[in-house]
């Protein structure tokens, strides 16, 4: 597998694309990240609530503790207390579900920051890599099969832009059936630069 281009001035160029893609990726995770701590400070005010749903529920449940010892009224002062606790209890739990429902928004809010910029560029990215190390691949396995650069000849022609072909020779197509092999050759190294890659040892 063939992942850089032989030519300097391409190679360069897709090293530098790769660091940029990681620190594109870089950024926008802290990014995501800063936005999660953001939103999640949002979370103070339920914990609040679910701490003092407990200090409620803690100090009524003990005052009913104290109050069923009472001679006569005991038993019912406890009762009543016992259900007022019940509200700190409600207030604990209001306060949880309020604390659950600003992690899930923080995580939600903080990956979407991440993700959509991230996959956007990364789509692109990677379409432009991976075309490269197919054709380059490919490529390569017909110049280490031989000398032989008449696929790459006919493949300029094929693919190159007509002023390309025109700096070579007013009549490629001519000079491809004539086996022209000066003009063969130029054809082909204007097919094997344009993918980055050197003609074979020799030609």
Known sequence: MKLYADTPARRTRQLLSDVLMLL????????????HDTVEQLRAPADSITS???SVNGALTGAGDQAGQLPLVGDQLKTWLTQAAGSGTTLQQAGTSMADTVDTLALGVGTATALVPILLVLVVWLYVRVRFVRNATQSQRFIDAGEDLDL??????ATQPMRALARVTDDPAGAWRRQDRAVIRELAL??????????????
């Open 24 to 35: 594109w990726i870089g950024l926008w995770v802290y990014a995501g990240r800063q936005v």
């Open 52 to 54: 003092a749903g407990q």
């Open 152 to 157: 790459f000849a006919l493949r300029a022609m």
């Open 190 to 203: 204007l097919e094997l630069r344009d993918q980055g890659l050197r003609p074979p040892p020799g030609t």
